[in-house]
């Protein structure tokens, strides 16, 4: 197994099991079945995608499955749902727009990811 790994640098190494560290607005719409927040700041943006899919970098071969919102009805107000092995997040029904963007923006702040170092 050793020998597989030889061609490979630290830095080649990291990106193909950690992923790139820049989280590009464009390229995450491209995989994305719902475009996100442009108003996010690239800290942001990491996070975010973090709580979407576990990791805050984007895979080198992009995201499969793609990510994917969606909504449960049966659920009033409440913090989004992230599914990280699907790429899929979950909102509930939201009395307004402000409250949505609140309870997303909460629960991306809140999230915990991981990273191989």
């Known amino acids: 197994m050793p020998d597989l790994l030889a061609p490979f640098g630290l830095a080649e190494l990291g990106l193909l099991f950690n ?17 996100g927040p442009p108003d996010f700041d690239a800290a942001a943006r990491a996070r975010a995608l973090a709580f979407a899919t576990g990791s805050n970098k984007i895979p080198l071969d992009g995201f499969t499955p793609p990510l994917t919102l969606t909504f449960d009805p049966l659920r009033s107000d409440a913090l989004p749902v992230a599914h990280t092995c699907f790429n899929q997040v979950v909102l509930s029904k939201y009395s307004s727009y402000a409250t949505m963007v609140r309870q997303f923006k909460y629960a991306v702040a809140e999230c915990a990811s991981f990273e191989l170092s």
Do not use: C, M, T
């Not at 992923?19 to 475009?35: C, F, I, K, P, T």
């Open 19 to 35: 992923g790139r560290r820049d989280v590009d607005l464009d390229e995450v719409q491209a995989y994305s079945l719902h475009q």
